[in-house]
């Protein structure tokens, strides 16, 4: 078995993978009491202060400041409004041809390299991998959950966030502004 697939069957053993526990959460009624101690829990693990809105992945965080929704790593690092996809920020290990994906592939299991590659994204401030893909060879990295933050907490919590943004996918913005 691939490395990294143990490590995410481990992750969901543990039962830390955040979307599918916030999920899982939101499909017993209205039981924001666990939700909140879900992000007590987190919000202890982390050595900064700033306000958690809700985990990303087990290292990432959209946190709040002054207004702003940030997505933050554990270690502290920032990749910036939360409504751009963050993996344009990080470091990208790709995997590409026999040789690289044989160190997490065995035989038959690995993927054809002419068709597929494996992207590492790494944080920029502690190198901690923080997402795994296999995607068909150039396409776009995979925007992987934009929450619409307004909604959760205002209809499911029930407590509205003092501040709105627009749910918007702001990631093409980014990429014009690249090519400009
Ligand atoms: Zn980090």
Redesign the pocket.
Known sequence: MAEFHKADVEKLIDGVLPWPAVQDMMKSAKDTDRFDKYIEILQERVPWDEQILLPLTP?LFIIARHGARVVK?????EFGDYRVNWKLSALIHVRDDEESLSKVYKGREMPDPTWVQVREYI??????Q?EVEAVPRGCPPDFDFLPDLDTFYREWLGRPLPDTAQFKDLTPDLVAEWRA
């Open positions: 290292s790593c554990r270690c502290g690092h944080c920029p401030g502690c190198g901690a923080l």
